[in-house]
């Protein structure tokens, strides 16, 4: 997105006056266009755009222009991307149009969520208000899935290490004790023997191995990334016993935690249910949200509707819905029910790693055993037999 129309006089000499829409790196040297490239591709953390609502909040609250607290704000970043689009929204706000209007340029960057807050914001004069609690809330959706990935990160690293530790042992130790015992005309245990055919089918084969599983891994990619393969991986992860339960509360939190920042910036209960869809990571509440929306616009309470699918979201989630509809306090219920999930979420990852630890430890100590056990069997044969 680094180009299209004309040229900005401010282009080369610094890097954050460049707006995208008035920006043509065509004529820039080859090292600027490269390096315009790069920052095109940079990706902006959820932590820079929590820090750059915060701050926003806190400018437009202290009574600063929107206009003039984005350009302080450009120039304090020191991501050279977000300093471009933040510098390309006050542009476009110095030229009349609204804020949000001109977020919608950069979908990888800001979330529907976002944008419909923002505008909110703007149509009721309250956007200082409502950019605190986007900043709060975006930092705690952060929190939650860093929270996530991290419970993943321990099996899989302790998996890769066991995987590449055992790949050394078979196709390197083991073939030079098959050297050794075919040279000395001694038979070689049965498992040290499996072992080592093992070993010597990943050594002379290797590459086939290897495109064989660059191939499925591109197959099943591919097929993940399709409608249809995106919600039979979400089903079956659904169905999984105790990872079902987890999705769930995560898929909830993050529900119940848009619809409440939503609910409370003004967004009409249908546009919030149809931004809110755009939020969730499980394809199966995606389709729902689409449920729940002609209901909704049916007349039918968004309490009502959710109870039709008690395997995505629990009666107590539906209960505390129905009272905030009920009471008129819809958001204040929905960021309640948030943060309750949140810490249901992080009850449950630190379940699933004092649970998991003790399995980790015994898969790595039986396959170790069993490569113990190849190695030294030879050894204490060959013993044997000299004795």
Known sequence: MTSVNSKLGVSAEKETTVVYGVYDS???????????????RQKVKIEEKSYFFHLLAVMLDAGIPVMRALRILAKKTTHERFARIINTIAYDVERGKRASQSMTKFPDVFKDSEVGVVRSGEAIGNLG????????QTQRSH?????????????IAVMIALFISGGIVVTVVIPKLDLFFTQSNFEMPTLTLVVLKVGRFFVEFSWLVLIALVLVGLIMSFYANTLNGRRRVDGWLLGVPWLKHVIRKYNVAQ???????LVDAGVPIHDAIKITEGALSNSLYKDFMRVLKHDVERGEKIADSLAKAPYL??????????????????????DKLAKHYEREVQYSLDNFTTIL???VIVIVGLAVGVLAVALLAPIFSLSTLVA
């Open 26 to 40: 065509s004529a820039q040297p080859f090292a600027v266009r490269m390096n315009d490239l790069f920052i095109d």
């Open 129 to 136: 208000k409502l950019l605190f609690r986007l900043a709060e």
């Open 143 to 155: 929190e939650l899935f860093l929270k996530v990935r991290g419970a993943m990160i321990y099996p």
């Open 255 to 261: 529900f119940v935690q848009v619809m409440s920042l």
């Open 313 to 334: 979201f629990p009666e107590t989630v539906v209960s505390m819905i129905a009272v905030g509809e009920n009471t008129g306090q819809l958001g204040l219920i929905s």
């Open 357 to 359: 630890e003790p399995v």
